[in-house]
């Protein structure tokens, strides 16, 4: 990932139109400033870090990845392969985990998954084709698409931090699930990834994260 701390202008105009159109945006934006920038390499290597980051939390994601990156040096198809059990658990993979990386890197090398086709499809084709994977669900393709493809009209309505952003925005009683985050999100279009950027911002930003 690219340096949190430095602020993402290119979301600017985005959050401005958004603000024109939400009081609640306008009010958190005014209060928070700009999401800091943040984005991953597309590939094979960027999705294996979003297999990692899954249900845990971020400090326990860079851990487990400065871990597996000292077993294999280059995420890779081959090294993840070559990587023997006691290998993935040393660097902190549960079994799950380790089952995921290897149908991954298998599918990869016999060609069942072409990462280098995914910038050309749409969004829903990128999904189609990505969540085939085991181990791969809507969070992780829509993750993708949003940080390593750069799409502009993404929103991970699974993400319990986005739901919880959701809530302190609207200030709404219970946490929204994901179909009342689509509903929720609906009038952002097109610019739910800047909304969902900021959201993760904005949850942080309150001191609850």
């Known amino acids: ?12 105009p985005a959050l401005e139109a958004l603000s024109e159109r939400d009081p609640d945006m306008a009010k958190a934006f005014k209060k928070c400033g700009l999401p800091p920038v943040r984005s991953q390499e597309p590939g094979f290597d960027g999705l294996i870090r979003m297999i990692i980051s899954q249900q845990v939390s971020v400090q326990s994601a860079r851990a487990i990845l ?4 000292g ?4 995420i890779t198809p081959e090294n993840i392969l070559a990587l023997d059990d006691d290998g993935m658990k040393a660097a902190g993979l549960s079994r799950p985990k380790q089952r995921y990386a290897r149908g991954l890197a298998s599918d990869v090398l016999e060609g069942r998954l072409n990462l280098d086709q995914l910038p050309d499809l749409s969004d829903e084709e990128v999904t189609e084709h990505l969540i ?6 809507r969070w992780t393709c829509e993750v993708y698409l949003l940080f390593a493809l750069h799409r502009q009209d993404v929103m991970p309505a699974a993400d319990l931090a986005l739901q919880e952003g959701m809530k302190l925005l609207k200030g709404l009683e219970d946490r929204p699930d994901p179909k009342e985050m689509y ?10 990834s800047a909304a969902a950027r900021f959201l993760w911002h904005y949850y942080h930003h309150t001191g609850i994260a």
């Open 71 to 74: 077993e294999v040096g280059d």
């Open 183 to 192: 509903v929720l999100s609906e009038s952002w279009r097109p610019f739910r």
């Open 66 to 69: 400065a871990r597996l990156l």
């Open 132 to 137: 085939q994977v085991k181990g791969i669900g």
């Open 1 to 12: 990932m690219s340096d949190r701390k430095i602020p993402d202008e290119s979301l600017r």
